[in-house]
């Protein structure tokens, strides 16, 4: 869920292809072993045999706990492959287990007040059917310091069959009335909406191409774009809901307007974790975190 605070597809890529498959043909292509992608996956805290690796190809088990699929994740960075070129591939769980509750999504920041209020307009509760895996947040702002563009991807994972909606949720600290427009990107389209102008408070549901069964994942990208005459910003935060593999804040800035100071931080369990970044004529800045939340990630700057 995001939740701001102001301040080609590969070549020949088929969708349909399965996760063995879609592994079989990224290990040959990168051309490491399996004992070279293990040692990778240790070096990054995934303890992943060599056997299962072997077993994931065959099609004979594929990764379902967290761990596992936060193997894949390091997998698709190691063997060079698009983020969610595997995870989105991966089908439902081979063995049911006992029924279990959905998990609860932690609170929303107490300075967006309307945001729960906005969720709830849209039917979301407490309990989400589908849950980040992974998302990468790329913010482009403009030469008058407006955050303009925001491209969203999320890999998610179903809690429950026949789960589709993701709840999408932007708020401004200093609205003017500019409204956000959401646009759906690839692998979703935009549901029901609900607009809070006034407040700065927008949100929406994001609905995937098709229902996922339990512990199935899918991937979505969507859009959302504010008016050139929105306010300046000086920050972008992501707030999660429940803990991820990965997330990625990534805000590229315009080159005629660069800032002259930025910091990244982190906040979990209310300890923050904060460092300065020199952009050293870099016209970006990316903030990678990984198997963090519930919490708050984000990047500031001044001009």
């Known amino acids: 869920m995001a939740v701001p605070q102001h301040g080609g597809r590969e070549g020949g890529t088929r969708l349909d292809v399965s996760f063995p498959d879609a592994l079989r043909t990224a290990v040959r292509r990168s051309g490491r072993s399996l004992e070279s992608l293990r040692r990778r996956l240790e070096e990054r805290g995934s303890s992943v045999s060599i056997a299962t690796l072997s077993y994931w190809q065959s099609g004979r088990s594929q990764p379902q706990r967290s761990a596992s699929l936060e193997a894949v994740a390091h997998l698709e960075e190691i063997l060079g492959v698009p983020r969610g070129h595997l995870v989105s591939r991966l089908g439902p769980p081979r063995r049911p287990g006992p029924t279990r509750g959905l998990p609860t999504a932690a609170p929303l920041p107490d300075e967006i007040p309307l945001g729960q ?6 039917g979301f509760g407490v309990h989400h059917e589908l849950v980040d895996v992974t998302v990468h947040d790329t913010i482009d702002v403009d030469a008058r310091g407006v955050q303009r563009v925001r491209t969203i991807r999320n890999v998610v994972r179903a809690t429950r069959d026949g789960a589709q909606r993701i709840p999408a949720l932007l708020s401004v600290s200093e609205p003017t009335g500019a ?38 994942t899918g991937a979505a990208e969507h859009r959302v774009t504010l008016p050139a005459d929105a306010a300046p910003d000086d920050a972008v935060e992501y707030f999660l809901l429940h803990r991820v593999t990965e997330l990625m804040v990534w805000v590229r800035f315009d080159p005629d307007r660069l800032p002259v100071s930025v910091e990244t931080y982190t906040v979990i369990d209310g300890r923050t974790v904060s460092s300065l970044v020199d952009l050293a004529g870099s016209t970006s800045v990316q903030h990678v975190v990984h198997r963090v939340g519930p919490g708050r990630v984000g ?5």
């Open 117 to 122: 209020r906005a969720l709830e307009e849209l």
């Open 179 to 216: 409204v956000a427009e959401f646009e759906a990107v690839s692998g979703c389209r935009i549901g029901r909406r609900v607009t809070h102008a006034r407040e700065g408070v927008f949100a929406a549901e994001i609905l995937l191409e098709r229902p996922l069964r339990i512990d199935a």
């Open 299 to 303: 990047i500031r700057w001044s001009f």
